[in-house]
DNA sequence: TGTGTACTCTTCAACATTGAAATTTAGCTT
DNA sequence: AAGCTAAATTTCAATGTTGAAGAGTACACA
């Protein structure tokens, strides 16, 4: 009944006797990515706060950025990227306009389509949050050589290509995302 | 313009110039950390569904069996670990009652204190999603050797570490979560 | 050229989460 | 023992997301 997390051992230890068959060193992998997660996204939700930015609008101010010059994305590309659906796109994009974030306008290429543009406002916003978010990432990665990085970044790397080239052919259990 | 999502080299390559003083090594590793997670993410939310099962729902469940005996836990204690309001707690037990996952009675030592508890259905539903869940995870990491397992979950600990046991002290910018 | 089909975005109602106020209880202080 | 403060949960109004339906546009094919 204690008011505190178990650490990530007992909390594998705890569910290996749940389920037998579970591999410890699996299990301490997922379950540590998914812990730092958490843990990053609340030292970001904070940060962001201060910033008069809600994660909403950040998730969608990094996928402009992300794409590069000219700064320009569909509303349901954005919103497959994110994972939501379209409707949700809507409203987030109505926010960000009246704050000045991006632009939205008709594509002339294709009536039905339309354009989000980031704004300077909106460049100079995520630079701004991403000043502040390298200094927490340099803090959290402190402990680790330069080598003990690039290992890192590699594995995680190899992982994530498992994932994110997944054909779900064959009975593949694995998730397409796009 | 593009429809599809950046490589994670890509995506650097653009933070980059966006902004020269980001170290790549730091970046690599934090996002790949969070593009993992979304994709995993992903892949639970697919395999709960199948169940009849949310999201919301499978992470209270982890909670009551990370625990372990008795299986029970205060309402306010879960939305701290899940870094949810007490609020939206009360309307997810609410659910999970309804499904008979969990139990809700009075704290006998404290009045005002409710304590939740993990029904047998509670747990057999755990372990179903696990028994699912294991296996995506086994094929996430398909292409790491043993060594390299345990090699990642040694150095995904070590961040873990400066980010758990956080003291706010000394200008600390880093996050407590509890 | 006309029709059908597919696609994109928006609107709408239902549901989940939030933040704040309200309620109830415990524990401390005098 | 009375009153004060702090803490836990619930209730309520406001906001965000979802899924489905709707409106508009492009493309293919007859």
């Given at each position: 009944m204690s008011e505190q997390q178990p650490s990530l051992d007992e909390q594998i230890a705890i569910y290996q006797r749940e389920?037998?068959?579970?591999?410890p060193r699996v299990e301490k992998v997922v379950n540590a990515l998914s812990r730092l997660d958490r843990r990053m996204n609340v030292a970001y939700g904070r940060q962001l706060a201060t910033l008069d930015l809600g994660s909403a609008e950040w998730e969608v101010l990094k996928e402009l950025v992300m794409v590069?010059?000219?700064y320009q994305l569909w509303p349901g590309s954005i919103a497959r990227r994110l994972g939501l659906t379209p409707a949700a796109m809507t409203h987030r994009i109505d926010r960000m306009l009246a704050q000045g974030l991006v632009t939205r306008e008709r594509d002339p290429d294709n009536r039905v389509r339309v354009i989000i543009g980031l704004t300077d406002t909106g460049r100079e916003k995520w630079l701004q949050v991403m000043r502040r978010a390298s200094v927490f990432e340099e803090e959290l990665l402190q402990d680790l050589s330069g080598d003990e990085r690039v290992q890192l970044g590699d594995l995680l790397t190899r992982l994530l290509r498992r994932v994110e080239h997944?054909?779900?052919?064959?009975?593949?259990?694995l998730t397409d995302l796009d």
């Open positions: 389920y037998r068959d579970l591999d590069g010059e000219p997944a054909q779900p052919d064959a009975g593949g259990r």
